[in-house]
């Protein structure tokens, strides 16, 4: 009520005295002005000492990364300075703009301040990116010259690109990972999976992969592992899969709703989510997830079957 009545004299005072109209432009500003301290602070904190060295310990141990992006300790690296580069040339071109908005000379040189900045300190360790095959996953028209706010102030494209075959260039990293925790929710009850549930999963997912199921599952009458074994294996699978696939929902749903909140929580890279996973690796691991999957709901539903045989034995048996 409280912030209804202050935004109600407030457009009574516009109206009454069009002298006012700098100070309701001062007062629109100073939220965008909060918003934007409060990332800043946000990204400040995600620089530290402690946030990078735990940053580290998080990227470098996961299975996942491994896996599905790269076992290159250095191009990881290089993805993660990269990305947090951009993040940090956005943020610079939000702050310019609100230079431009001020009567102070200094402030509305911003823009000119930090581009000297970016080519005397940041320049080098680009080049030095450009070196590698990094530079593989830079959009052509970025390169030191281009690296300024002018770019990100025009919306242009950003900075990573995803690989070829990647899930990021083929738009399926938020579809994949909506699957993943599909299957993980399933296989946390697989004596509970009712026929329902079990194709609504399977018509999630792609043409490709439901074919190269279908043939997987096909050879029933050969030696296959134990249900308890599969339970093991998914469950291993799962333990480092999962997290980037929530991690991928945790992404997507911090982008979507950071336009209307104060502070950015979204402190998830893209090395963490699966924008950079190999979709042919994802495919198989998926894949091997569900033929798991299949096999210990099978299992679960000869069990049941035989229970109500002996149910149905026994009451005979008692009459």
């Known amino acids: 009520m409280g912030a209804e009545s202050w935004f109600r004299s407030l457009w009574k005072t516009q109206q009454k005295d069009d002298s006012n109209s700098e100070k309701v432009v001062i007062g629109v500003l100073a939220f965008e002005v909060a918003s934007l301290m409060s990332k800043l602070v946000n990204l400040w904190q995600s620089w530290s000492d402690k946030q990078v060295a735990r940053l580290r310990e998080e990227i470098m141990k996961p299975v996942a990364i491994k896996k599905l992006v790269s076992d290159d300790e250095y191009f990881i690296v290089c993805l993660i300075s990269v990305e947090m580069l951009e993040n940090m040339a956005h943020m610079a071109a939000s702050v310019a703009t609100l230079g431009k908005k001020c009567s102070d000379p200094s402030l509305k040189d911003f823009e000119n301040a930090f581009n000297e900045f970016i080519t005397l300190h940041l320049d080098p360790m680009v080049k030095r990116m450009e070196n590698q095959w990094v530079s593989e996953l830079l959009p ?4 030191p010259p281009e690296i300024n706010v002018a770019r990100f102030a025009s919306g242009r494209t950003p900075w990573l690109k995803p690989p070829s075959e990647s899930l990021g260039a083929a738009s399926l990293a938020l579809h994949y990972g909506s699957v993943i925790i599909a299957i993980e929710k399933l296989a946390a009850s697989p004596y509970l999976i009712g026929f329902g549930a079990r194709e609504d999963l399977y018509n999630m997912l792609p043409e490709h992969v439901s074919a190269v199921l279908r043939a997987k599952l096909k050879p029933c009458g050969k030696a296959m592992a134990s249900a308890d074994e599969w339970t093991e294996a998914m469950t291993d699978i799962l333990e480092w899969l999962a997290p980037l696939a929530h991690h991928m929902i945790r992404w997507q749903s911090e982008r979507s709703l950071e336009q209307h909140r104060f502070v950015s929580q979204a402190n998830v890279l893209l090395v963490q989510i699966l924008y950079f996973a190999n ?11 569900l033929v798991g999957l299949n096999y210990v ?7 049941k079957a035989k229970a109500l045989v002996e149910c149905g034995s026994s009451r005979v048996i008692d009459r």
């Not at 979709?279 to 997830?289: A, P």
């Open 140 to 143: 052509s028209s970025v390169h």
């Open 297 to 303: 709901w099978r299992y679960a539903m000869e069990l």
């Open 279 to 289: 979709q042919e690796k994802t495919d198989s691991i998926i894949t091997e997830l």
